[in-house]
C-alpha cells in the first residue's frame, strides 16, 4: 500500500494485510481481511488492529495529494463488536486550512455494521 505521494511504502500497513481501495485528499478508503492472528484474548478483534486500519485510511487520504502531513490528534470510539470478517475505513475530509486538515474516519465490517468512528488532525509539513 502507497501511504505516501513520495513512494514511500507503508511497511506497518503491508505487515497487517491493509488494501487500498482508493485513495484522494477528500477521501480515502482500505479494507483488512480478517484473522484469528487479529484477535485479543477475549476473541474479539484487536481494538490496536481497529485503530491502525483507520489511522492508516487516514494517512492515505491527507498525504494523497502534493503535500506531506503528518498526524497531530488522533481519538477513536468503539462501537461494536465486529461480525464479519471484512473491515473497511473510509476517512472523510471534514474541514482544512493552510497548515491542518481534520478527518472522520468510520470503520465498518462487511455487514455495515459501525465498528469505529476515528477523528484525527494532520499538520501540513510542505507543499
Known amino acids: 500500500m502507497q501511504a505516501l505521494n513520495s513512494g514511500t511504502q507503508d511497511y506497518f500497513a503491508e505487515l497487517l494485510g491493509v488494501e487500498s481501495l482508493h485513495s484522494g485528499f477528500e477521501k480515502s478508503a482500505c479494507q483488512i481481511r480478517l484473522g484469528e492472528h487479529h484477535r485479543n484474548a477475549l476473541g474479539g478483534i484487536h481494538g490496536g488492529l481497529i485503530f491502525s ?63 469505529a468512528l476515528f477523528s484525527a488532525s494532520a499538520y501540513r509539513l510542505s507543499q
Open 53 to 115: 486500519l483507520a489511522d492508516i485510511a487516514f494517512a492515505a487520504a491527507c498525504n494523497a495529494g502534493s503535500a506531506v502531513y503528518i498526524g497531530l490528534q488522533a481519538e477513536v470510539r468503539y462501537m461494536n463488536g465486529v461480525q464479519g470478517d471484512v473491515l473497511t475505513a473510509t476517512a472523510t475530509l471534514m474541514g482544512s486550512s493552510r497548515k491542518i486538515a481534520h478527518y472522520q474516519v468510520l470503520v465498518t465490517d462487511n455487514g455495515d455494521t459501525r465498528i
